[in-house]
């Protein structure tokens, strides 16, 4: 079967639903009904995105259709708890949620019950070792559906990757809204951080807290090319230049403009590496 004939919409229809719960229950917040119809836009795109993939890695060529199914369903998936989780944050913006957590309890509730679907969701906004140091994963024994887990693994985090950058380019407002608007003032011209333009330096991406700037927010996602997985990704992002808008707002925002341009060289430098 090809991939464009394994039907999800009835997953679909289960993500939807977790969308509207949502957008009742914060209805009135116009930051808040922006944060979700910008979460269920994006995780069409991430379908998208993980359906490209499905297609052009060369890994996943002989994959069957249980696997392309699964691929789907991961990237269809893997924000629904978002919606918990904007919901959670109208009600106290103080504290700090795991939506990637909620998505596999949601998953659970659900029904499903494969480890290669709910794993992949419940890590992909983590650290690259958080799957390796998952306690269910390190109980499944080494078999082909513990292979197969990391590779779904690695399908969403690029997806989601690219799914977020391909966002920014074409809706600069979302990322401007989201990101900027509401950031104290303070922060918003505030300089890169040491430990920001360090983990530029180490290849590593960026972790949560480090970033105390609009500068440092966009170098965060700039690091995203350091955890990416298939060849395709590169390639995706080269193509449609997803990074040039981040390098002008990076050079616009930073006080320190050499800085800035160093960081832009440094990661475009980087991702051409990846693509020759």
Known sequence: ??????????????????YEDCLQKVRGDAFFEGFAQEKIKHSMQVV?????????????????????????????????????????????????????????EILKDLGYTDLRLLLPVKRHGELPDALENDAEFQQMPES???????????????A???????????????????????????????????????????????KRGDDKSFSDR??????????IYYQPSYEFIVRHKLFENLFAYLQEYAPDKEQAQFVCNYIDDYLKSKIL
């Open 48 to 104: 998208g995105a993980g359906n490209l993939l499905l297609k052009q890695e060369k890994s996943f060529q002989n994959k069957g259709e249980e696997f392309l199914r699964l691929g789907k369903l991961v990237c269809l998936f893997h924000d629904i708890g978002r919606f918990k989780e904007i919901y959670q944050l109208s009600l106290d913006k103080t504290k700090h949620y795991n939506h990637g957590h909620f998505s596999y």
């Open 218 to 227: 966009i170098i965060q996602i700039l690091c995203f090319v350091f955890e």
């Open 144 to 158: 082909i559906e513990k292979q197969e887990t990391r590779e779904l693994y690695a399908l969403v985090k690029d």
């Open 160 to 206: 989601d990757k690219i799914a977020n950058l391909y966002l920014i380019k074409r809706d600069e407002r979302i990322f401007k809204d989201l990101f900027f608007e509401y950031l104290p003032e303070e922060e918003k011209y505030a300089p890169i951080s040491e430990n920001v333009l360090q983990a530029v330096k180490e290849h590593t991406l960026v």
């Open 1 to 18: 079967m090809k991939l464009h004939d394994i039907d999800v919409s009835k997953e679909q229809k289960q993500l939807y639903a977790a």
